[in-house]
C-alpha cells in the first residue's frame, strides 16, 4: 500500500492511501485558519485567516484581500461540484472559511468535539463561503439565527439540523478512517454504508437551541432585522428566557451592515445554486473591503483579532440608520474599471453525481 506525505511545513499535509487522499490543515497554532498557501491540533479550521488579510490590504489596498477571497470562493465551488466523494472529519472548531472547505463535500462526519459557528456578524463580515446556501435549507429559519447571531453549535446539533451527515464519537475515527481508505470504490450508498457502521446517534442536550426552533421560527421568519429584534422582545415579555435575552443582546452588539446584508443574502441563496451564492458572495466582500460603504470589517478586525478590546464602533451604528439602498449597492457590481465578476469554471453536468448536480 503506497504512502506518500508532503513537507511538515505544509500548511496542507496530503497523504496518499491507496486511492483515498487524505488532505490534512496544517496551522495549529493559527486553529487552521486559511491563507492562499495553505489542520493538525483542536480546530479543523476557524475560516479565513482575515487578521492577515487586513494587514496586507493596509499594506497594499483592497485588491489584495479581493483575490484571496477569489481563490477560496473558487476552491469552494470546486469541492462542491467536485466528482470525487469528498469526506470531511470535523473533530473540533469549524467556523467561517472552515465551513466552506468541508460543508459543500458529501459527507460530513461530526464529533463530540465538534463546534461550528458562523460569526462572522461580529467582525463587520457577512457569512460567506455561499453559507447562505447551506443556511437557507435549515429546518424552519435556524439558519437565520445560526447566520445573524454567529451561535455555536456542538456536533448533535449539526447533525440534527443537516449541516453534518454522519456523528462518529472521536475515538472511532481511526478505525473509520481506515476503513475509508481499504475501500476501493467512489459510490456513495458504498461510503455511506461505512461511515453508518462507526455512527452513533448522539442525544441533544436539554439547553441546546435545537430545542428553542418554535421561538426561532416565530422571531427569525420576520422580514427585516428590525422586525426580528422585535419579535425577540415581545418574547421576553412573554417568557422572562436568559436565552431570548442573550440573542437580543448578540445581535445588538454585531454590525448593523453586517446584519442587513447578511439577512437578505441568506434569504437570496434559497432560491439559488452554490455558483450564483459565490458569485454573490464575491460582489459583496469586494465592497465590505473596499470600505466605502462602510469600515466595519476593518473596525471589527481591530476590536476583536487585532487589538482585542472587544469594543467596536460600528458606522453607522443603528439599523435604523442603514438605507435600503445602501444595502442594495452591496449586491450590485463594484464600480471600478479593474474589477469584474467571480468567473467559475464551466461544469458539465453529464460528467457529474446528482449531489453535485443539485448544487448547481
Not at 14 to 40: C, D, F
Amino acid at each position: 500500500m503506497a504512502s506518500s506525505v508532503s513537507s511538515q511545513q505544509d500548511q496542507v499535509l496530503v497523504e496518499a492511501i491507496s486511492s483515498a487522499r487524505i488532505l490534512t490543515l496544517n496551522r495549529p497554532k493559527q486553529l487552521n485558519a486559511q491563507t492562499i498557501q495553505m489542520g493538525k491540533g483542536r480546530a479543523f479550521s476557524v475560516g479565513g485567516d482575515v487578521a492577515a488579510v487586513v494587514r496586507d490590504i493596509r499594506a497594499d489596498d483592497w485588491r489584495v484581500g479581493a483575490n484571496f477571497f477569489m481563490k477560496v470562493y473558487t476552491l469552494n465551488y470546486l469541492m462542491a461540484t467536485y466528482s470525487k466523494l469528498q469526506v470531511s472529519i470535523l473533530n473540533g472548531i469549524v467556523m467561517g472559511g472552515g465551513a466552506g472547505a468541508s460543508l459543500h463535500g458529501r459527507f460530513c462526519v461530526a464529533t463530540e468535539n465538534t463546534i461550528f459557528a458562523m460569526p462572522e456578524t461580529a467582525l463587520g463580515l457577512f457569512p460567506d463561503v455561499a453559507a447562505s446556501y447551506f443556511l437557507s435549507r435549515l429546518p424552519g429559519f435556524f439558519g437565520e439565527y445560526v447566520g445573524l447571531t454567529g451561535s455555536r453549535l456542538d456536533g448533535a446539533e449539526m447533525l440534527a439540523c443537516g449541516l453534518a451527515t454522519h456523528f462518529v464519537p472521536s475515538v472511532k475515527l481511526p478505525m473509520l478512517e481506515a476503513a475509508l481508505c481499504d475501500v476501493d470504490s467512489s459510490d456513495p450508498v458504498i461510503i455511506s454504508s461505512i461511515i453508518d457502521q462507526y455512527c452513533e446517534q448522539p442525544s441533544l442536550k436539554e439547553q441546546s437551541v435545537y430545542n428553542r426552533l418554535d421561538v426561532i421560527d416565530r422571531c427569525f421568519s420576520q422580514k427585516t432585522v428590525e422586525e426580528i429584534l422585535s419579535a425577540l422582545e415581545r418574547e421576553v415579555v412573554h417568557q422572562m428566557d436568559g436565552w431570548i435575552s442573550a440573542t437580543i443582546q448578540t445581535l445588538k452588539k454585531a454590525s448593523p451592515t453586517s446584519l442587513k446584508i447578511s439577512l437578505r443574502s441568506i434569504r437570496e441563496g434559497r432560491l439559488q445554486g452554490v455558483g450564483a451564492c459565490l458569485v454573490r458572495d464575491y460582489r459583496m466582500v469586494c465592497h465590505v473591503l473596499q470600505g466605502e460603504l462602510s469600515k466595519d470589517f476593518y473596525e471589527g478586525c481591530r476590536a476583536i483579532l487585532l487589538d482585542k478590546d472587544k469594543n467596536p464602533k460600528w458606522e453607522p451604528s443603528k439599523l435604523e440608520l442603514i438605507a435600503d439602498s445602501t444595502v442594495d449597492c452591496y449586491f450590485s457590481k463594484v464600480n471600478n474599471e479593474e474589477w469584474e465578476d467571480l468567473k467559475l469554471p464551466t461544469r458539465a453536468k453529464f460528467n457529474l453525481p446528482p449531489y453535485a448536480i443539485a448544487k448547481l
